[in-house]
């Protein structure tokens, strides 16, 4: 069984920096891409960050510059460094994965991916 847990998310000033952490358990699958979506109140969940198995690395424009995500597939994490926050960065971070290298546009879709974390909540303030 697939799992995904998400940490490191919390408060902090417009600026700052923030890592978020999701551990990965029970992935058997040789291939993958592994995302960053957020969610705000009232809005809809938009893909912030991704990057698959060939090593591919993707980010929505709202963040490209500020965010890097990165993998380290010996101890089965996902990072999303985060610098330079911003108000509008506020939400609930959520990591997901799938088994396929999802091509550009799909890579960005929710529903594109199987399995999701409970989220970690990120709240920037001026």
């Known amino acids: 069984q697939v799992q995904l847990v998400e940490s490191g998310g919390g408060s902090v000033q417009t600026g700052g920096s923030l890592r978020l952490s999701c551990g990965v358990s029970?992935?058997?699958?040789?291939?993958?891409?592994m995302a960053w979506f957020r969610q705000a109140p009232g809005k809809e969940r938009e893909g912030v960050a991704n990057?698959?198995?060939?090593?591919?690395?993707r980010y929505a424009s709202s963040v490209k510059g500020r965010f890097t995500i990165t993998t380290d597939n010996a101890k089965n994490t996902l990072y999303l460094q985060m610098n330079s926050l911003k108000a509008e960065d506020t939400a609930m971070y959520y990591c997901?994965?799938?088994?396929?290298?999802?091509?550009?546009?799909?890579?960005?879709?929710?529903?594109?991916?199987?399995?999701w974390g409970q989220g970690t909540q990120v709240t920037v303030s001026s």
């Open positions: 029970g992935y058997t699958y040789s291939t993958y891409c």
């Open positions: 990057i698959n198995s060939n090593g591919i690395t």
């Open positions: 997901a994965t799938d088994p396929l290298p999802l091509d550009y546009y799909s890579s960005f879709r929710p529903s594109a991916y199987t399995y």
